[in-house]
């Protein structure tokens, strides 16, 4: 007995002793290891840290104050005051404007007290803010009295919302801090006769953007004004030699062509946006050449007409040239011809988005899909938004027989499971070439079951996709043999499906039971169900119509 009592003693001093050296260890642990720990917590997490102790004040605080949306605060004046007080040396971010979305408008803002929001926040000094965003609601407001370069001398991206100054005045305010480098106006959609006259002149002071200081802007994104002579937009080529990035919305149908030929871009220029509204078709953008754009990476041309077959000629410029640099390609329409001539001329095109504001018709065909999958190497994420048609399209199981460059077998049939056993190995051999492909959304373009199965089981680093599936009350019986080959697709996290037919539901519901990683799934069926009986590793919303 008393050798069991000594050994208990002994496992007690030890446990003791162990409890005290962990305590001892974590004491000892570097500050960046506790701040690493911190930026992994929510909001309401970091909160309760900072009221630990005053050291976890100390670590916590800059990061909970680093970002401030001012609108989140119904007593915003107060805030203002207390903020700038404790913690106005760890404020990075502010934004005029709510945290969820930036076109919620809280419900106790009026036009008073916006103007009194706005005086309490930007006159007083943010000695290392480094991004501000101003979202005009109501009223008319004059910010360039502000002293911008005293209060806040280390602001480097200022973005004003729904502004009723002209681009100049509010460009000539920013250009008092030398060290900003990015500069955001959008004009509001509320203007009064006085301010329409304002916006119609011609921009007059062309040298305003010779007023930078040091290399001027990195990125400058303005809403379209009028030009007759060309000299600001030619002035970007001479005032600004570092820019990154040149974004200009808003361009009337009759002045593209007139934009096209004025525009002159530094060769530093990586990323180019330009947003047309028109209701004529668009001539070509003959601006956009290799000789202009020498290091062009992303390129964004977006416009609304109906219908969009108006606007197909926009590109034909664009597709003449090679583009070896291009790694980003958003557009409204795209044909299938120069679906086959964007695979040769962007060999490096890493993500296409073919997003039309109003789809009215399918675009892309089984033709521009095959020669996008099979002729892109490095593409990464697929957006093709079209309109869904009881009548489209379907990708079949033999289109990815085709797609994958592996013989199809004459006969075959994903329901017997016999059969199945024996072409997995060599289907799952023969993936597609964009084998890296991560993000796939093809909306508009149906799916046979079978296809949706070979399509998992050909792109092993899927982990976002959204489909539609039609295969009516005859379709594929999903069993194990299916997946052993290849083992379970581990990588599909978000699986959104726009339209199933009610048949197939149950076909979709054992899918996911092979595939555990989901953590996000989203069905929309042509009738109103029942809820599917979720598997325990997804998250299978409610079936809408």
Not at 104 to 133: K, N, Y
Not at 234 to 262: F, G, Y
């Amino acid at each position: 007995m008393t050798t069991v009592s000594l050994a208990a003693s002994k496992r007690e001093v030890s446990v003791t002793s162990l409890k005290d050296y962990t305590a001892r260890s974590y004491l000892k642990l570097p500050t960046a290891v506790y701040r690493r720990v911190a930026e992994y917590c929510d909001t309401r997490a970091r909160r309760r840290l900072s009221h630990v102790s005053q050291s976890w004040r100390a670590l916590v605080s800059p990061l909970l104050w680093e970002t401030i949306y001012v609108y989140d605060y119904p007593d915003c004046t107060t805030a203002a005051a207390h903020i700038h007080k404790q913690y106005k040396q760890h404020v990075r971010h502010l934004h005029l404007q709510s945290r969820h979305s930036r076109r919620d408008i809280p419900t106790w803002l009026d036009s008073p007290a916006e103007v009194s929001i706005i005086g309490a926040w930007l006159e007083v000094d943010w000695p290392c803010l480094e991004s501000l965003s101003i979202r005009f609601l109501f009223t008319p407001v004059d910010i360039r009295i502000i002293d911008l370069a005293r209060n806040m001398p280390e602001i480097k991206n200022l973005t004003v919302e729904n502004s009723y100054l002209p681009w100049r005045d509010v460009a000539k305010w920013a250009l008092a801090v030398p060290r900003i480098n990015d500069l955001s106006l959008s004009y509001t959609d509320e203007l009064g006769d006085s301010d329409k006259r304002r916006f119609a002149h011609l921009l007059g002071d062309y040298n305003v953007l010779q007023a930078a200081q040091g290399d001027g802007f990195r990125r400058l994104r303005l809403q379209y004004q009028p030009d007759e002579l060309g000299v600001f937009y030619a002035s970007i080529l001479r005032t600004q030699p570092m820019l990154r990035e040149l974004r200009i919305d808003r361009i009337p149908n009759a002045h593209v062509e007139l934009l096209s030929r004025q525009l002159c871009f530094p060769s530093s220029l990586e990323t180019l946006c330009l947003g047309m509204e028109t209701s004529e078709s668009l001539p070509p953008l003959t601006c956009l050449n290799p000789r202009s754009l020498p290091r062009l990476k992303r390129l964004m041309l977006r416009y609304n007409v109906a219908p969009l077959s108006q606007c197909q000629v926009a590109l034909d410029e664009f597709t003449k040239h090679e583009w070896p640099r291009l790694q980003g390609l958003i557009v409204s329409v795209l044909t299938n011809d120069q679906c086959r001539r964007v695979v040769s001329i962007c060999p490096n095109l890493q993500v296409l988005m073919v997003q039309p504001e109003a789809p009215a018709e399918h675009q892309i065909h089984n033709t521009g899909i095959e020669a996008l999958l099979k002729g892109l190497r490095h593409l990464r994420r697929l957006y093709l938004v079209q309109q869904i048609s009881p009548i489209g399209e379907m990708l079949t199981d033999n289109f990815i027989w085709k797609a994958t460059h592996f013989e199809p077998p004459k006969m075959f049939s994903l329901r017997k499971s016999k059969r199945w056993e024996s072409w997995a190995p060599k289907l799952a051999s023969s993936p597609w070439v964009c084998a890296s492909l991560q993000d796939l959304s093809l909306c508009g373009v149906y799916l046979s079951f079978p296809a949706l199965i070979q399509l998992l089981s050909t792109l092993p680093q899927l982990q976002s996709l959204k489909v539609c599936i039609r295969s009516g009350t005859v379709g594929t019986v999903i069993t194990s043999h299916m997946f052993e080959p290849w083992g379970r697709h581990s990588r599909l996290r978000h699986l959104t499906i726009d339209d199933i037919h009610e048949a197939d539901l149950p076909r979709l519901r054992k899918l996911c039971e092979y595939m555990p990683c989901i953590r996000h799934c989203r069905i929309l069926s042509q009738k109103t169900t029942v809820h599917p009986r979720s598997s325990p590793s997804s998250e299978t919303s409610s079936l809408k119509k």
